[in-house]
């Protein structure tokens, strides 16, 4: 069962999702956009990968993170 928190008598049912084998909890509303940015993670300097598949950073902004994602962040290098 999700958390709920309350403040100013609304409740917001909150969600778990696994970010890099970490347990983050967040509101059911949001995307992975707003779960990089909660986390302090640089969205334009990683791929992330979502329950094992690529995610392009395009659908990030409108896709929702659900309950038991799971999440891998990879930093982007550049060389040769």
Known sequence: MSPNISENNTSETL??????????????????????????????SVALVRNGQVLPKSRWKETLCCHG???EVFALVAGG
């Open 15 to 44: 969600i778990e999702v696994m970010l890099n084998d970490e347990q983050v909890f967040l509101s059911s509303e949001s995307s992975i956009s707003v779960l990089l940015l909660l986390q302090n993670i640089a969205a334009n």
């Open 69 to 71: 994602d799971q999440f």
